[in-house]
């Protein structure tokens, strides 16, 4: 008789092998995905220590213009220089020449794309304005760089009322989309409350292909809690679309009495998506007198 031989699957020393290579990859997932050969296929993010936080602009100089633009790569999903908390401070009034200074690759208007790679993102920054230059310093220090971070191609619209009446706000927000959108196909509008700035560069500022984003649901100023579950104020994102769905914003309040819940309920017809209130906390101005 013919002497059967034991298959590759029966063999016990496969099998010891075979256990002891899951075994060791369940441990390397449990870890955290420490291990070289697994770190370029499985995304793990990195968990965050809030317990230290980085200078906004550090590793901004690795960002340095490409050889031939006409080759450029596509930027990566996830930018390589995100590292999460931010130091913010407000001691400090920096010039505006400063400003252009420690930002040589944003153009006049306010306008940034990256020098290294094409942005895979196409965000307008809009911002009702009116006499509040301080602030706007401390604001445009610290979010061009959180913006140069996620490698994004952007531009900050500044719409500014004029005269001393009544604020609106709402109707601004309207005047800054209708601008906007002639200037660029934006795939995401980013409606800003100039008195806030954020602290953790992991709060993408880009827009949720279906629904309506609330980016400010942690502001130190309330405490990193929502003063109410529908409060949808400070600062949010949508695409062109979304804007177009809810037709635009309010016109009739005035002071900033109102539009904020206006507008969520106009959302939330959207359904409007949140993400990890931790990573999307962000700074309050002080008030100029």
């Known amino acids: 008789m013919k002497k059967m031989n034991l298959s590759r699957a029966e063999n016990p020393c496969f099998l010891l092998l075979l256990v002891t290579f899951q075994v060791i990859f369940v441990l390397i997932l449990y870890r955290g995905s420490s291990s070289v050969l697994f770190q370029g296929y499985l995304k793990v993010r990195k968990s965050l220590d809030y317990s230290k936080s980085e200078d906004v602009y550090i590793n901004l100089s690795l960002f340095t213009p490409a050889p031939d633009k006409a080759t450029m790569q596509t930027c990566k999903p996830q930018s390589d220089i995100i590292v999460g908390l931010l130091t913010i401070t407000f001691d400090t009034l920096h010039s505006e020449r400063t400003i252009i200074r420690k930002n040589p690759y944003v153009r006049s208007g306010g306008c940034y794309s990256p020098p290294h790679c ?85 709060n993408l500022y880009v827009c949720d292909e279906y629904y309506p984003k609330h980016l400010s649901t942690a502001i130190d100023k309330l405490y990193y809690r929502l003063p109410y579950s529908s409060f949808f104020g ?53 008030e100029e007198k």
């Open 118 to 202: 094409l942005a895979r993102y196409k965000t307008a920054i809009i911002v009702p304005y009116r006499n509040c230059e301080k602030q706007l310093h401390h604001f445009l220090y610290y979010l061009h760089p959180f913006l140069q971070r996620q490698q994004l191609s952007y531009c900050i619209y500044l719409i500014h009322q004029a005269g001393s009446g009544p604020f609106n706000r709402a109707k601004l927000l309207n005047v800054g989309v209708h601008e906007a959108l002639k200037d660029n196909d934006w795939d995401c509008l980013l409606l800003h409350n100039m008195d806030l700035v954020p602290e953790n560069d992991y």
């Open 234 to 286: 400070g600062v949010t994102a949508l695409t062109p679309d979304h804007y177009m769905k809810i037709n635009g914003f309010p016109n009739t309040y005035w002071e900033r009495l109102g539009e904020d819940d206006d507008i969520a309920e106009r959302y939330y017809l959207l359904k409007s998506y949140n993400i990890q209130a931790s990573i999307k906390s962000l700074q309050t101005l002080f």
